[in-house]
């Protein structure tokens, strides 16, 4: 599974006040996103990493908005184009729209800037809803799939596992590396026949 994350100076909006680097953020907190029925602001439980690595240099996409938003994203992670539909950091252009919010609302700003950069660390967060905001624009969870809701079914254990054992909160000691499910998830993906991939894709 290739490296599909934010850098740790990502800015997330904070329930309890304020914003807070992505590198900072705590288990159980609950982190700004836009709900799915008419884009209006909500907050979703931040519940485990899939991926954290401090110490790991990665290649970011740096996307610029016309409003001069900026977000650095791997290219195999999802974010939200126009209409809502997901798709992969990597295929964003000039001139394409992305989902943000702007005051209590969603926005499509158009990308006025695409660039590459490389920096130490990385940082991908699960949340409950499988999306939230980062920088001002709205994110999804996942990567390496292009299909939004196929990738969040395919979480839904998670999601029930931390709903159910609260023993996680205990010292709340974070994971290095890519979470042990996700993992796990990734080789029985990469073993299924392309046609089926495709199918699933779509």
């Known amino acids: ?28 907190e609950e982190i700004l996103t836009l709900s799915k029925a008419g884009g209006v602001p909500k907050y979703t439980q931040f519940y485990t990493w899939i991926h954290r690595e401090v110490d790991r240099e990665t290649e970011f996409v740096v996307i610029t908005t016309s409003t001069g938003k900026m977000l650095k994203i791997t290219g195999d992670h999802l974010l939200f184009g126009e209409g809502r539909v997901a798709k992969r950091a990597g295929m964003v252009k000039e001139g394409d729209k992305l989902c943000m919010i702007s005051g209590k609302r969603l926005v499509e700003e158009v990308v006025v800037d695409v660039s590459m950069e490389i920096q130490i660390g990385v940082y991908a967060p699960f949340t409950m809803s499988g999306d939230f905001i980062a920088n001002g624009f709205l994110v999804a969870c996942y990567s390496d799939i292009d299909n939004f809701d196929v990738a969040h079914a395919s979480m839904l254990p998670l999601r029930m596992f931390h709903k159910l054992d609260k023993s996680w909160k205990k010292g709340n000691k974070n994971q290095e590396g890519l979470h042990i499910y996700a993992r796990n998830l990734m080789k029985i993906w990469e073993n299924l026949p392309p046609r089926v991939q495709t199918a699933i894709q779509n």
Do not use: A, E, H, N
Request: net charge positive; with cysteine; proline share 4%.
């Open 1 to 28: 599974m290739s490296c599909c994350c934010f850098p740790g100076d990502v800015l997330v909006t904070m329930k309890s006040g304020g914003v807070k680097r992505m590198d900072k953020l705590i288990r159980g």
